[in-house]
């Protein structure tokens, strides 16, 4: 069963601190892995995204990487913002060939940066 | 449109009534789905339409709910005879089939009192 699993649920660290978010993933064949940012009361947006070849990449302070072996990506934040309190979602797409592009959804870890 | 678009944004209802929420995907992506958020909660699957397939109905959590989509237009999400656990965010995202990509909408806020 396809399934995309984050760890942990919610987190709450001081402003400055770094963090690092899970997921982990059953999805096979994999195509590739997007991790979103939802801001409260809005609609998720795109972070990043990786795909089977690549194990490390950077958008500012964020950092993905991917084990495609292990089937575990995660998102590490440095020196948190109170702007970065926000639930972040894990997306990973099967190969088209098999399930026509499916993107699995992650339920999410909520993210609380404190002052 | 140039976005996915969700009505309403806003939705208060009394325990009971039915309530029908729509999404607009953005033209031509053929793959749409519905997740819901409670309050605190994570994202929650509740059905994928791709194309003209049979939707993944999976996620749907009792009889109450379903949801329609002709072709690769607008979908329906309809919950009858709401109950106070249906209270949550009910989100919708399209994309294109075979990309990786997926476009959310802002959501509509449920709320059954």
């Known amino acids: 069963k396809n399934q995309v699993e984050q760890s942990p649920q919610s987190l709450i660290i001081l402003e400055g601190k770094n963090c690092t978010l899970q997921c982990n993933y059953t999805v096979s064949p994999f195509s590739n892995l997007r991790w979103y940012k939802q801001d409260t009361g809005r609609g998720p947006v795109s972070l990043t995204i990786m795909t089977f070849s690549e194990n490390t990449k950077s958008n500012g302070r964020y950092t993905a990487t991917l084990d495609a072996d292990t089937k575990q990506s995660s998102l590490h934040i440095t020196a948190s913002q109170l702007s970065d309190s926000a639930s972040y979602i894990c997306?990973?797409?099967?190969?088209?060939?098999?399930?026509?592009?499916?993107?699995?959804f992650g339920r999410g870890t909520q993210l609380t940066v404190w002052p | 449109g140039a976005g996915v678009s969700q009505s309403p944004s806003n939705k208060v209802t009394e325990k009971g009534k039915d309530v029908e929420l729509r999404c607009d995907p953005i033209?031509?992506?053929?793959?749409l789905y519905w997740y819901r958020q409670r309050l605190g909660q994570g994202l929650e699957f509740l059905i994928y339409f791709q194309g003209n397939s049979a939707p993944d109905k999976s996620g749907l959590p009792s009889d109450r709910f379903s949801a329609e989509r002709t072709g690769e237009s607008v979908s329906t999400l309809t919950i009858q005879r709401t109950q106070q656990e249906d209270s949550a965010v009910y989100l919708c995202a399209s994309s294109l089939t075979g990309h990786t990509e997926a476009f959310f909408g802002q959501g509509t806020r449920l709320t059954v009192v």
């Open positions: 997306v990973v797409s099967a190969d088209r060939g098999s399930t026509l592009g499916r993107l699995y």
């Open positions: 033209s031509g992506h053929t793959a």
